[in-house]
């Protein structure tokens, strides 16, 4: 049995209403693939604080979150099963740098397909997406 892996995504949004997008490394599993920013979900540790925790490591800055789960999903990949969950935020400090991954880069929502995004992250980018396009009409 594959192991289940849970973990939290940050969908980071700035005052022009663009999404910050993660570009694993080619050292990093899934390589070369855009992501939203987080990580694993540390045992007895609520889903906020693991991405408020993931956050502060990764990119160097703080976050408040929505406090909702904006997507859940789970995919298999070869090796293990991902339990991904995206939660919208906002930084209250602090400027994103990328010490993990390759590069970030922010993106108006309807530009998102542009990127070839890691399977388990396109369900939460589909969302985003749906909802750029929703309240354009």
Same mark, same amino acid.
């Given at each position: %049995?594959?192991?289940?892996?849970?973990?939290?995504?940050?969908? &980071?949004?700035? *005052?022009? /209403?663009?999404?910050?997008?993660?570009?694993?490394?080619?050292? %990093?599993? =899934?390589?070369?693939?855009?992501? @939203?920013?987080?990580?694993?979900? $540390?045992?007895? $540790? *609520? =889903? @906020?604080?693991?991405?408020?925790? +993931? &956050?502060? $490591?990764?990119?160097? #800055?703080?976050? /408040?979150?929505?406090?909702?789960? @904006?997507? /859940?999903?789970?995919? +298999?990949? *070869?090796? @293990?099963? =991902?339990?991904?969950?995206?939660?919208? #935020?906002? &930084?209250? $400090?602090?400027?994103?740098?990328?010490?993990?991954? !390759?590069?970030?880069?922010?993106?108006?929502?309807?530009?998102?397909?542009?990127?070839?995004?890691?399977?388990? *992250? &396109?369900?939460?980018?589909?969302?985003? %997406?749906?909802?750029?396009? !929703? !309240?354009?009409?």
């Amino acid at each position: %049995m594959k192991k289940l892996v849970k973990v939290v995504a940050a969908i &980071i949004e700035n *005052d022009q /209403e663009e999404v910050l997008c993660a570009l694993r490394s080619p050292e %990093m599993s =899934i390589p070369n693939r855009w992501e @939203f920013p987080g990580g694993k979900v $540390e045992e007895n $540790e *609520d =889903i @906020f604080s693991a991405l408020e925790r +993931e &956050i502060q $490591e990764e990119l160097g #800055c703080v976050i /408040e979150t929505s406090k909702t789960v @904006f997507n /859940e999903n789970v995919h +298999e990949y *070869d090796t @293990f099963t =991902i339990n991904l969950i995206s939660i919208k #935020c906002k &930084i209250t $400090e602090g400027t994103p740098v990328a010490s993990e991954h !390759s590069t970030l880069i922010w993106l108006k929502k309807e530009n998102l397909e542009s990127l070839k995004w890691a399977p388990a *992250d &396109i369900p939460a980018v589909n969302d985003l %997406m749906k909802e750029e396009k !929703s !309240s354009q009409t």
